[in-house]
C-alpha cells in the first residue's frame, strides 16, 4: 500500500477515536494552539494533523490527499509525500498562531495538503483527475486563489484559509526541487487558469444567456 494511503488511514483512526471517546480536556491536549504552544505541548503540531472535526472535514481533505499524494508517489517515491506532509503541517500550524486567538483550537490536515497540492502544479499539472474532472495543476490553482479570495471578502467560519495559503506556499519550494520542470509547468498551469478564468467570467455567462 502506498505510504498516502498509511496516512490517510491513520487520519481516519484518529479522527474516528477522536470523535468516539474524546472529550473537551482531551482535545485539549491533543489540538494545537498558541496557548498550547506556550505551554511547551511539542506533540500538538503533530496530533492535530490527524485530528478533524466531522466526517465533511475529513472526507473532503482525505480525497484530496489521496488524489494529489498518490500521483506524487507514482512519479517519484513517498519520501516527497511524507517529508512535505509533515513539515507543511507543522509549519502551518507555527506560522498560523499570529492570526489566530491563543485559545482557537487548530485541527486537520489541511495545510499539509495544500503542501502536497503545490508540489503536483509543478510536478504534473496536466495530470486530469476524474474526480474534480480537471487538470491537477488548476485544481491547485484554483484552490490556492478561493483562499486568497475569501480572506480578502472576509469569509467567516471554521475554516484556516491563512493556513491554506501557508501550506500552498511552503509546498513551492519542495515543488521547484522535485520537477526540473518546474518553471514550464507553472506556465502551463497560469494559461490553463487564464483559460478558466475566460470560461468562468466571460463564455459561460454569454453562453447562459443565450438559452
Known amino acids: 500500500m502506498n505510504k498516502t494511503n498509511y496516512l490517510i488511514l491513520l487520519c481516519i483512526i484518529a479522527s474516528g477515536l477522536t470523535w468516539l471517546f474524546a472529550n473537551q480536556q482531551t482535545l485539549d491536549l491533543l489540538a494545537f494552539s498558541g496557548d498550547n504552544l506556550q505551554k511547551a505541548r511539542i506533540w500538538t503540531p503533530l496530533t492535530s494533523l490527524f485530528i478533524h472535526s466531522d466526517p465533511t472535514h475529513l472526507i473532503g481533505n482525505m480525497i484530496f490527499l489521496y488524489i494529489f499524494g498518490n500521483t506524487i508517489e507514482k512519479e517519484l517515491n513517498h519520501k516527497w509525500v511524507i517529508v512535505p506532509f509533515f513539515v507543511g503541517g507543522v509549519a502551518t500550524f507555527l506560522l498560523s ?12 490536515a489541511s495545510g499539509a495538503i495544500f503542501t502536497i497540492t503545490a508540489i503536483v502544479m509543478l510536478l504534473k499539472p496536466l495530470k486530469i483527475s476524474f474526480y474534480f474532472l480537471m487538470p491537477l495543476g488548476l485544481v491547485a490553482i484554483v484552490y490556492f486563489t478561493y483562499n486568497i479570495i475569501a480572506i480578502n471578502t472576509g469569509q467567516q467560519g471554521n475554516i484556516s484559509y491563512i493556513g491554506h495559503i501557508i501550506g500552498f506556499l511552503i509546498g513551492l519550494p519542495f515543488g521547484v526541487a522535485s520537477s526540473k520542470n518546474w518553471l514550464k509547468n507553472l506556465l502551463i498551469t497560469l494559461t490553463l487558469f487564464a483559460i478558466y ?13 443565450t438559452l
Open 197 to 209: 478564468l475566460l470560461i468562468t467570467w466571460i463564455l459561460l455567462p454569454t453562453i447562459l444567456n
Open 97 to 108: 498562531t499570529p492570526f489566530f486567538d491563543p485559545a482557537t483550537l487548530m485541527i486537520g
